[in-house]
């Protein structure tokens, strides 16, 4: 089936680092969507991304639809602790604009 | 508070029971989804509604498991004769139509369900 690989699988970076990770199918998304999620808790929408190339912040966020349609990007930038958790990337079936798929997603850890 | 809320948030049931979830989305949104999550992966499609109208079941969503959203607002979903394997987080999420502009999904909390 379709799917949305993501990487890395996890990150262990410093308080205060940039943080990349960024999420590729093999197929075109017209969407891509990223969501973080804190243990126990739902996943919750940071940015959606609507056109090939665009660039969006959301705060210290900043993610990018890539050129190929085929690739997403998140940035962070001056990581904090509460930036701790599951990056998500989805975005909607390719045949089926109802339905999301998600990737796995990245952990990230900030160490002390 | 005008998100998504679900109910309970935790759920631990032994092996052959029936269980129930709630999800109340956010009240103007129509279409309501049900995903399941397991510890390492992403949030898993399960069905979704149109109003009250249940537009597409998963092939993961075996026939123990039902969904209704009655009157087009809140939705339930029923897991029959639970069995170890059912163990997870159910979400719930909720969006506008998708011919609208945008149609991200907002997640509830979760229900995360424990079979002993």
């Known amino acids: 089936g379709q799917q949305l690989n993501q990487s890395p699988q996890s990150m262990f970076i410093q308080e205060g680092e940039d943080v990349s990770m960024n999420c590729t199918s093999s197929?075109?998304?017209?969407?891509w969507l990223w969501y973080k999620q804190d243990p126990g808790e739902g996943p919750v929408l940071l940015i959606a991304?609507?056109?090939?190339?665009e660039l969006t912040s959301n705060g210290r966020l900043t993610a990018q639809f890539g050129i190929t349609r085929k690739d997403s990007f998140l940035n962070i930038s001056a990581s904090i602790p509460s930036d701790v958790g599951i990056y998500f990337c989805?975005?909607?079936?390719?045949?089926?604009?109802?339905?999301?798929?998600f990737g796995k997603g990245t952990r990230l850890h900030i160490l002390p | 508070d005008t998100g998504v809320s679900q109910n309970p948030r935790h759920k631990i049931t032994k092996r052959g029971q029936n269980v129930t979830f709630r999800c109340d989305p956010i009240s103007e949104h129509n279409r309501l989804y049900w995903y399941r999550q397991t510890l390492g992966q992403g949030p898993e499609f399960l069905t979704y509604f149109q109003n009250e109208a249940q537009l597409e079941k998963s092939r993961l969503l075996s026939d123990r498991f039902s969904a209704e959203r009655p009157k087009g607002s809140f939705s339930t979903l029923e897991i029959q004769r639970t069995e170890q394997g059912d163990s997870a987080m159910y979400l719930c999420?909720?969006?506008?139509?998708?011919?609208?502009?945008?149609?991200?999904?907002?997640f509830g909390p979760g229900t995360r369900l424990t079979v002993t």
């Open positions: 999420a909720s969006s506008s139509s998708p011919r609208d502009p945008s149609y991200e999904q907002y």
């Open positions: 197929s075109i998304f017209n969407t």
């Open positions: 989805a975005g909607p079936h390719p045949n089926r604009d109802d339905k999301i798929i």
């Open positions: 991304l609507y056109k090939a190339g």
